[in-house]
Structures are given as structure tokens and as C-alpha cells.
């Protein structure tokens, strides 16, 4: 059983600043690092960390050989990912002193994926074999339709919400994993607490595995059997950019390693908190040895 993670590769501008920019604010910044990121490939990242069978798709620009060189060295299969003359996907992020984010994102080549090169790298897929979206690339309906005509699982990350998302057929996902802002848009609901936002969601998808992540809260899960909750860990936050990619790759690699849901939400739990404690998207996901090594501390 192998993963297929078809999404974005992104240079990420990461500028650090002490707040971030309000409406109608010119803001200096302290420093402009560029890095690799996109919840593509920082998901394909996770997964190879923890250890899974992982192969990126996507395409990136002449601008973005040091991206799936990146995603490699992480121990994922990059053979798919095409290299087009679109410039890269790139991410314009404000990372603030208090470690809390925002971006924006410009599809660049990720908006290139074609239904050809989607049927192309599924041929190489199975029935049982995984498949990973989010919504930074195009043809994500065509993914979703072509995945699971293949038989394939389909775990959804829908991110970021945008309103082509909703024409999506997600009663075909297998496995949502999402965050509050996110399971409140797909649910259709205003303010309410994570609870009733998974409970929202359970109803409207009772075919998906739910995951929703709650932040510094923690994390919920919910399926026909069993609905769970996992606290986080309270740790220094140094950059939260590329934490729900974390905890969206050891969520799914442990569950590919026949983990029950309570035990690969700890360890998603637990890898994410590592990679709030270090800056970077890409850069900051943790190896299994980490994660196991935090894990087995007493007292965390
Ligand atoms: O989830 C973090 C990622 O979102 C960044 O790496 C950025 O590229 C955007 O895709």
C-alpha cells in the first residue's frame, strides 16, 4: 500500500515582523528568507518522515529545482512531479514574533495540473493505495473523481477553502482532516465551538473519517465508531507554518502503519508540537525517531 500526495510545491517568502500587517499598515520586516514549502509537498514531507511509502505530483517552474530536491531528501518519491515553464507556486508569508501566521498563496505552475497528467500518475496507483489532496492545485475534482474510480482512499485536506471547493463531490473523501476556520466553512456554520463543528460535519459527511485540529486545544476525531479527543501539548511556539501539514502527514502514515485512530492522533499531536518549535514549513517536520523519542519522555 502506497500514498500519492497530488498537490502544491511553493517557495515560500517568509517575513519575519512583529505583528501581522493590518488593513492599511506598511509594515518593515526584519528579515525575507525563501524556503521550500506548499501543503503539497510539506505533507509528502511529513508522511516520508513517518516513515510511509510516499510519491509526489505536481509541477513546479524552472525556479523550483531546489523543491522536489528538497522533498526527496525527506525520502519521498518524486518522479512525478514535472517541471513546466509557469513559474513556481509561491507563498508571500508574515510570520510574527509570536510565532502565529498568514498567507497568501499564488497557484503559479500548481494551477498547471492537467486531467492527462492526473490519469497518468494514477496508472501507477492501485485499489487500496492512498491518495492525499488539498486545494492548492488544479483539477481537484477531476482528482477526486479519477482517485476513487481507481478505487483508491482519498484523505482530503481542504485547504484553503476557496468556493470552487464547495462543487467538490466530498461525499467521496475517505478522511477529512481539517482545522476550525475550514470545518466551519464546509459545515456552513458560523461561531460554535469544535464540538459542534464535528458533530456538523459528521452529519453532513457520515462516509469521512472527521480530524479536526483545534490549535493549541488540540484535536478531534470523529467516525461511525468512536469519537475521540486529544489534548495538545503546551510548548514554546516559535512558528506554527506548516504544523496542520505536520499533524495531516503523521495522521495518515500512522494510520497507514494500522495504528487505531487514538493512537495516530497522539503521535500527530506529538509531531506537530515539535514543529511549532522550530521555524519553517518544510524545515520544521520532525522524524519518526523524534517523534517516538518525544513520545516515550515521561511527563509529556
Ligand atoms: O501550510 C503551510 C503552507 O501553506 C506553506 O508552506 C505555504 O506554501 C502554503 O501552501
Given at each position: 500500500?502506497?500514498?500519492?500526495?497530488?498537490?502544491?510545491?511553493?517557495?515560500?517568502?517568509?517575513?519575519?515582523v512583529?505583528?501581522?500587517?493590518?488593513?492599511?499598515?506598511?509594515?518593515?520586516?526584519?528579515?525575507?528568507?525563501?524556503?521550500?514549502?506548499?501543503?503539497?509537498?510539506?505533507?509528502?514531507?511529513?508522511?516520508?518522515?513517518?516513515?510511509?511509502?510516499?510519491?509526489?505530483?505536481?509541477?513546479?517552474?524552472?525556479?523550483?529545482?531546489?523543491l522536489?530536491?528538497?522533498?526527496?531528501?525527506?525520502?519521498a518519491?518524486?518522479?512525478?512531479?514535472?517541471?513546466?515553464?509557469?513559474?513556481?507556486?509561491?507563498?508571500?508569508?508574515?510570520?510574527?514574533?509570536?510565532g502565529?501566521?498568514?498567507?497568501?498563496?499564488?497557484?503559479?505552475a500548481?494551477?498547471?495540473?492537467?486531467?492527462?497528467?492526473?490519469?497518468e500518475?494514477?496508472?501507477?496507483?492501485?485499489?487500496?493505495?492512498?491518495?492525499?489532496?488539498?486545494?492548492?492545485?488544479?483539477?481537484?475534482?477531476?482528482?477526486?473523481?479519477?482517485?476513487?474510480?481507481?478505487?483508491m482512499?482519498?484523505?482530503?485536506?481542504?485547504?484553503p477553502?476557496?468556493?470552487?471547493?464547495?462543487?467538490?463531490?466530498?461525499?467521496?473523501?475517505?478522511?477529512?482532516?481539517?482545522?476550525?476556520?475550514?470545518?466551519?466553512?464546509?459545515a456552513?456554520?458560523?461561531?460554535?465551538?469544535?464540538?459542534?463543528?464535528?458533530?456538523?460535519?459528521?452529519?453532513?459527511?457520515?462516509q469521512?473519517?472527521?480530524v479536526?485540529?483545534?490549535?493549541e486545544?488540540?484535536a478531534?476525531?470523529?467516525?461511525?465508531?468512536?469519537?475521540?479527543?486529544?489534548?495538545?501539548?503546551?510548548?514554546?511556539?516559535?512558528?506554527?507554518?506548516?504544523?496542520?501539514?505536520?499533524?495531516?502527514?503523521?495522521f495518515?502514515?500512522?494510520?497507514?502503519?494500522?495504528?487505531p485512530?487514538?493512537?495516530?492522533?497522539a503521535?500527530?499531536?506529538?509531531a506537530?508540537?515539535?514543529?511549532?518549535?522550530t521555524?519553517?514549513?518544510?524545515d520544521?517536520?520532525?522524524?519518526?525517531?523524534?517523534?517516538?523519542?518525544?513520545?516515550?519522555?515521561p511527563?509529556?
Amino acid at each position: 500500500m502506497k500514498i500519492l500526495s497530488l498537490g502544491s510545491l511553493n517557495i515560500d517568502f517568509v517575513y519575519s515582523v512583529g505583528h501581522i500587517c493590518l488593513e492599511g499598515e506598511t509594515l518593515s520586516a526584519r528579515a525575507l528568507e525563501r524556503k521550500q514549502g506548499g501543503k503539497g509537498l510539506n505533507q509528502a514531507a511529513a508522511l516520508a518522515r513517518a516513515g510511509a511509502p510516499v510519491f509526489m505530483a505536481g509541477c513546479v517552474g524552472p525556479d523550483g529545482d531546489d523543491l522536489a530536491e528538497t522533498l526527496a531528501r525527506s525520502g519521498a518519491d518524486v518522479s512525478y512531479v514535472r517541471k513546466i515553464q509557469e513559474p513556481s507556486g509561491s507563498a508571500m508569508i508574515q510570520l510574527a514574533d509570536s510565532g502565529a501566521n498568514s498567507i497568501v498563496v499564488y497557484g503559479g505552475a500548481n494551477r498547471k495540473v492537467t486531467p492527462q497528467m492526473i490519469d497518468e500518475v494514477l496508472s501507477h496507483f492501485s485499489p487500496g493505495d492512498y491518495i492525499l489532496l488539498q486545494n492548492e492545485i488544479s483539477c481537484v475534482e477531476y482528482a477526486f473523481r479519477a482517485a476513487k474510480a481507481r478505487g483508491m482512499k482519498l484523505a482530503f485536506n481542504p485547504s484553503p477553502i476557496s468556493e470552487e471547493l464547495f462543487r467538490y463531490p466530498l461525499e467521496l473523501a475517505d478522511i477529512l482532516i481539517l482545522n476550525e476556520l475550514e470545518g466551519r466553512s464546509l459545515a456552513g456554520i458560523q461561531s460554535s465551538s469544535g464540538e459542534e463543528i464535528l458533530a456538523a460535519l459528521a452529519r453532513r459527511f457520515p462516509q469521512a473519517a472527521v480530524v479536526l485540529t483545534l490549535g493549541e486545544q488540540g484535536a478531534l476525531y470523529q467516525d461511525g465508531r468512536s469519537r475521540l479527543f486529544c489534548p495538545a501539548q503546551k510548548v514554546p511556539v516559535i512558528d506554527t507554518t506548516g504544523a496542520g501539514d505536520t499533524f495531516c502527514g503523521y495522521f495518515l502514515a500512522c494510520s497507514m502503519k494500522g495504528m487505531p485512530p487514538e493512537q495516530a492522533l497522539a503521535m500527530a499531536t506529538q509531531a506537530s508540537a515539535l514543529a511549532i518549535g522550530t521555524k519553517g514549513a518544510a524545515d520544521s517536520i520532525p522524524s519518526w525517531a523524534q517523534v517516538e523519542a518525544a513520545a516515550a519522555r515521561p511527563g509529556r
